[in-house]
């Protein structure tokens, strides 16, 4: 990967941070950016990922507010702009493709066009910010943490590949199904509060000829599909959402074939491009599908294990700021880390007490959304094109409430 020199003005001084070692489970947004922190704050840096390189693929995702202006801390500005998705509005079209609205004000996925808000692919987002970061982070990829034991001195870690390695502090950042979380804190399932909505999201050929622009179309109450150009127009990404009430045990097949095989039945009765988009579902690598839920924990931290981003607060993809969040708290931990010299019983609960405000803001707009984005009244005119409603003034008002802190 390659690595951007640190100037004089933000390198860190001293401390017994420089010494400190940290294993960091998940490289996505919150685990890529945690990292890059702490390797600038001098601290030994280690992440684990599972797949077997960077995950490509995923969704559109935000950076609002706070969020940034971390990531014009981190010299990353110039660049995130550059791969914005740069969507020029939307469209609402009926079964038949037939257009029932457009805006060029605002879009479904990112708000205001022409605004102050970065709407980016979640992975070139990720490959950004570990380009970015200093040569000394360590990624252990295709790989993950077996078992973890902690003790007064630090943390034993086996991971699966039966490497045994010894740690001063871990961080979970590996997602809504944190296997970090279950290894410390106990069963998903004591923390999950899904709202009956599921999300799959994949990558399409542009057939369509969209030039930056996003389509809506809500084919019945609790069905949404949405295709929107991404990479120059070379692209689409497309994703649907629906709502079922069936166990969650059967709605989320671990085996990657099998969630295909779930979605294709689920959405074979959609119309407008449905049958398409569901043949190059079946062609490409970039796919994602999971529950929509959020993570509600009353604290995220255990000895010298502490979660980050959605493994300890997931606010949901229906409140668009899952990404703003864990840039922001991916910074605040690391910054507290740094403050208190590696001291994980200052860091943790001054981080902690730094975001908890922040995050239940966030995770209040789930509220506001989740009707709209697959809810029973998908078909109350709430997707009509013409004004982004309430949820998004909330969402731009719960992502520029946080004092950003220097360290």
Request: aromatic share 8%.
């Amino acid at each position: 990967m390659s690595s951007n020199t640190v100037s004089s003005n933000t390198a860190p001084s001293g401390g017994s941070a420089r010494t400190t070692s940290v294993l960091v489970s998940g490289g996505g947004i919150a685990g890529t950016a945690l990292a890059y922190w702490l390797e600038r704050y001098g601290f030994r840096v280690t992440v684990v990922e599972r797949a077997p390189a960077l995950r490509g693929g995923g969704q559109a995702v935000d950076i609002r507010g706070n969020a940034l202006e971390v990531v014009e801390r981190m010299g990353l500005s110039e660049e995130v702009r550059a791969r914005r998705t740069g969507l020029r509005g939307m469209s609402v079209v009926d079964a038949a493709g037939r257009e029932l609205s457009r805006s060029t004000e605002w879009t479904a996925t990112g708000g205001p066009v022409g605004g102050p808000d970065v709407e980016i692919l979640r992975d070139e987002l990720a490959d950004l910010i570990a380009g970015a970061s200093g040569p000394g982070i360590e990624y252990r990829f295709d790989d993950s943490i077996d078992t973890l034991v902690q003790y007064a001195d630090g943390v034993q870690v086996r991971f699966r590949s039966g490497t045994e390695r010894s740690f001063d502090l871990v961080v979970g950042a590996d997602g809504l199904h944190s296997n970090t979380r279950r290894l410390v804190f106990g069963p998903e399932a004591d923390y999950l509060h899904p709202v009956g909505t599921y999300i799959a999201g994949w990558s399409a050929p542009n057939h369509l000829g969209l030039d930056r622009w996003e389509v809506v179309h809500q084919a019945a109450a609790g069905w949404t599909c949405l295709a929107m150009t991404v990479r120059d127009n070379t692209e689409l990404r497309v994703f649907v959402g629906f709502r079922s009430d069936e166990p969650l045990d059967r709605m989320l097949p671990r085996d990657r074939g099998e969630q295909r095989r779930l979605v294709a039945e689920r959405c074979a009765h959609l119309g407008w491009e449905m049958p398409r988009f569901l043949r190059a579902m079946a062609e490409t690598e970039a796919f994602h599908y999971d529950v929509v839920a959020q993570i509600r924990m009353d604290r995220w931290s255990h000895g010298r294990v502490v979660l980050l981003g959605d493994a300890g607060y997931c606010c949901s993809p229906f409140t668009g700021q899952g990404t703003s969040v864990a840039l922001t708290a991916a910074y605040v931990l690391a910054g507290e880390l740094h403050a208190a010299d590696g001291d994980h019983r200052t860091a943790y609960p001054a981080y902690e007490r730094r975001l908890r405000d922040h995050v239940a803001a966030n995770q209040a707009i789930l509220e506001l959304t989740a009707a709209r984005y697959g809810g029973d009244t998908a078909t109350d005119g709430t997707m009509d094109g013409t004004a982004p409603g309430p949820e998004m003034e909330a969402a731009f008002r719960a992502a520029t409430t946080f004092d950003l802190p220097d360290y």
